[in-house]
């Protein structure tokens, strides 16, 4: 099955097209926004228009066509993966890499509406190798290779563990002329200052309404008014965050439920739930959660909640997620927060 159709962002797609029939789009990018907001999306998007046929993204020639069924030879899109096997040496490392995204993208074309990775996958330094042994490759169908890199602050799954990112600032220097690199992250502060530098940063903005509205109808088929409100409200400006919904996957929301609730429970719930956190899981699951947990804070205050209450709350939020980019037990995290936030969704 094909990805769906791109819904919004049509002033950064004018902008990209623009650039691409010009010839001055850059070889290396950072797609910036909000998780869920359309970026690797809109990557894909951007790799038909330098791929297609009539140079356009037109969605209706072979190679626009193989792009959105991911099976496109010279468009390598990049995602965090947990793989289950150990390579004994690096070059198998690397073959367990491409197996495993191969799986990934055979998953995604039976169901395009992918859900984001869990919380330990990461972009390994095999990953980053197998990237630059792609990159040396001649293309095989299309003018130019596009590398889409999806949620490239995985690269860095904590603080001193930089050696996946370190090893594609190679990739980013110096990309061969047929080449361009498209990185997305949500948060792309996480990210080397050396990326940073190396990259053109594009910000992907939340969509309005009435396009994750459409995207809903069109897509989801979603008809009732009342389960179409609620989901568009929820989403914020971010489909991803609508399929989510749709697909009862919002781990990161039910555990930020579970959070407020243990607050008001007591200690021994309260602790209970700090111990079943993942003790290392702060680049994945716990920061969805804390994410969740902001932005149910800030549906409260739009709708009358205790202003200055919540404004404390989300910033204790935002001080916890600023301590998961670190090297620290999101255990001892969650249970400070939760304390913290007690009563928090009752202000």
Known sequence: MPLPPLFGHDGVRKRLAGAVAAGRLPQALLFEGPRGVGKQRLALWLAQGLVCEKGEACGDCR?????????????????????SKKGADADRQVDLVAEGLAEEMAARREQPMYQAPGGLASHGIAAVRLLLRRLSLTPAMARRKVFIVGDAERLIPQRGMEDAAN???KALEEPPADTVVVLTAADPEALLPTILSRVVRV????????????????????????????????????????????????????????????????????????????????????????DALASRLRAQAKTGGETQKLVEAIAR???????????VNPQLVTAVLAEDLAGAESA
């Open 63 to 83: 190679a626009c066509r193989m792009v959105a069924t991911l099976q496109h030879p010279d468009v390598h899109w990049f995602v965090p993966l947990e793989l």
């Open 167 to 169: 090893a594609l600032l």
């Open 203 to 290: 910000r992907v903005a939340r969509n309005t309404d009435s396009v994750v509205t459409d995207f809903a109808q069109q897509v989801l088929g979603i008809t009732s008014k009342t389960e179409l409100a609620e989901r568009v409200s929820a989403a914020e400006g971010c489909i991803g965050r609508l399929l989510a919904i749709q697909g009862d996957s919002g781990a990161g929301s039910r555990r930020a439920g579970e959070l407020l609730e243990a607050g008001r429970k007591g200690a021994a719930t309260l602790y209970a739930l700090a111990l079943s956190q993942m003790p290392f899981q702060a680049r994945g699951g716990f920061t969805e959660m804390l």
């Open 317 to 327: 939020v935002m001080d916890a997620r600023e301590l998961a980019q670190g090297n």
